[in-house]
């Protein structure tokens, strides 16, 4: 079978985030965040399944980086905790909090693997929250100095920095869902969440920049390509305001162009914050790169009675354990759609992956299923670069199994399996898989 191969210097990585696989969100002096008051909050999460211990990976973080090295991992994108450095939110620093991912990026540079910083994963500290957290405007400068205090303490190491990962999921399934934390059912408080994180997002770019640092910063952003049911106008339109709503337009829109995208305001203005404008070109700042993670796409109709008029529509697709559908050419359809309105200086993948039911036998796991996902979706993402996408890498979800936020343990989208009782890892047939696309550049054409 053909091989494809992918440009030289394309970053090969594994991506993992800091409440889902660290444990010990208390330990050294840190303070609580959301998701460790929302995780023992009764009936949030599948089994009332917490982050304490997840994968005990601060205990265990030399040997997750061997793992990786053993792989040939080139690329770790790992989340930091703001509430292990700034227990409070702000004020208060915690050095020992700080001390734990400095040793990290330490032991990643001594492996030869390249880190890359997400600076919020969605583990907000706790104090924050009581001061309206992501509805507060002062969080723009909260997030802001924390970033900056990141800098100026991993910036001569670390070259590539995430603001924030999937803004979208925090407003919408934490602030109007309810499903996450800190777990509000309010629409317009969605609006104004995803307001402030631009904001905040645009700060920390421009404390960045002050800092004079080698190196690049850009935010990730979720993506379910939308796909209208047939080509009636109605359909088309109602396709297009959930792209909006959805994926990257609600943000890269604001940043690249310094508005919200119109199909969405024609239904959504009325939810937006008072006075929005005047932000607007304070938002308006450059970034390197443009991180997308994409697992899965949705097959849209036009329902007048639906939120915005939208609705999903069941097209028969295999799915994964999240109930997902598998849809690769999305992922060449959203990189194709950034690349060509917004023409960012690069792309990166920055998660993609598939939750299947894994099973240990006689000590391993055959995860034929999540070869073959990310097999095609690797080719979709190898088309586009063909196709004149500044695509310059591609991290895997996950490197290994973890908590899964409101799922609790009960989904697994690791490379590497782990057995919660032992915290014994396995690497699974896709993580073998992967060794070898890395080690060749390359991967199976389909």
């Given at each position: 079978m053909k091989n494809i191969k992918f440009p030289e210097g394309f970053k090969l990585g594994v991506a993992t985030a800091s409440y889902q696989i660290e444990?010990?969100?208390?330990?050294?002096?840190?303070?609580?965040?959301?998701?460790?008051?929302?995780?023992?909050?009764?009936?949030?999460?599948?089994?009332?399944?917490?982050?304490?211990?997840?994968?005990?990976?601060?205990?265990?973080?030399k040997e997750d980086v061997a793992l990786m090295k053993e792989l040939g991992v080139k690329a770790y994108r790992f989340s930091i905790a703001w509430p292990r450095v700034f227990p409070y939110g702000k004020g208060k620093i915690n050095l020992k909090g700080m001390d734990f991912y400095d040793r990290l990026v330490d032991e990643l540079m001594d492996a030869g693997i390249e880190p890359f910083i997400t600076l919020y994963h969605w583990d907000l500290p706790a104090t924050l929250q009581d001061e309206g957290g992501w509805l507060n405007?002062?969080?723009?400068?909260?997030?802001?100095?924390?970033?900056?205090?990141?800098?100026?303490?991993?910036?001569?190491?670390?070259?590539?920095?995430?603001?924030?990962?999937?803004?979208?999921?925090?407003?919408?399934?934490?602030?109007?869902?309810?499903?996450?934390?800190?777990g509000m059912r309010d629409i317009y408080a969605a609006f104004e969440v995803v307001h402030n994180e631009l904001r905040a997002h645009s700060k920390a770019v421009k404390a960045f920049r002050e800092e004079n640092l080698e190196g690049e910063i850009g935010i990730t952003l979720s993506n379910h390509s939308q796909s209208p049911a047939s080509q009636e106008e109605a359909d088309i339109t109602a396709a297009q305001v959930a792209h909006e709503y959805v994926n990257y337009p609600l943000f890269l829109n604001p940043i690249f162009k310094g508005d919200y995208p119109q199909h969405l305001l024609s239904v959504a203005k009325e939810y937006m914050p008072k006075a929005y404008e005047q932000d607007m070109d304070e938002i308006k700042e450059?970034?390197?790169?443009?991180?997308?993670?994409?697992?899965?796409?949705?097959?849209?109709?036009?329902?007048?009675?639906?939120?915005?008029?939208?609705?999903?529509?069941?097209?028969?697709?295999?799915?994964?354990?999240?109930?997902?559908?598998?849809?690769?050419?999305?992922l060449y359809e959203i990189l194709t759609g950034v690349?060509?309105?917004?023409?960012?200086?690069?792309?990166?993948?920055?998660?993609?992956?598939?939750?299947?039911?894994?099973?240990?036998?006689?000590?391993?796991?055959?995860?034929?299923?999540?070869?073959?996902?990310?097999?095609?979706?690797?080719?979709?993402?190898?088309?586009?670069?063909?196709?004149?996408?500044?695509?310059?890498?591609?991290?895997?979800?996950?490197?290994?199994?973890?908590?899964?936020?409101?799922?609790?343990?009960?989904?697994?989208?690791?490379?590497?399996y782990v057995d919660y009782e032992t915290q014994e890892r396995i690497l699974k047939d896709s993580a073998k898989w992967y060794a070898n696309v890395i080690k060749n550049n390359a991967v199976e054409a389909e």
């Open positions: 444990g010990l969100p208390l330990a050294d002096g840190a303070g609580p965040s959301i998701w460790h008051r929302f995780s023992h909050t009764p009936g949030t999460t599948y089994n009332s399944d917490t982050g304490d211990i997840a994968c005990d990976h601060y205990h265990r973080y405007r002062d969080i723009a400068n909260w997030f802001a100095d924390y970033a900056d205090f990141v800098f100026q303490k991993l910036g001569d190491r670390v070259k590539h920095w995430i603001t924030l990962n999937e803004p979208w999921v925090t407003a919408f399934v934490g602030h109007l869902f309810g499903e996450h934390a800190p450059d970034i390197d790169f443009v991180g997308i993670n994409y697992y899965s796409g949705n097959l849209v109709k036009a329902e007048p009675n639906a939120p915005f008029g939208i609705k999903n529509v069941d097209r028969g697709l295999e799915k994964t354990e999240m109930g997902w559908e598998i849809y690769p050419q999305g690349q060509k309105n917004y023409a960012p200086m690069k792309i990166f993948i920055t998660e993609n992956g598939a939750a299947f039911k894994d099973v240990v036998e006689d000590g391993e796991v055959h995860d034929d299923k999540r070869i073959e996902y990310l097999k095609a979706h690797f080719n979709q993402a190898y088309k586009a670069i063909q196709d004149g996408v500044n695509l310059k890498g591609y991290f895997v979800w996950s490197l290994m199994d973890n908590f899964e936020w409101a799922k609790g343990y009960s989904k697994r989208f690791g490379i590497v």
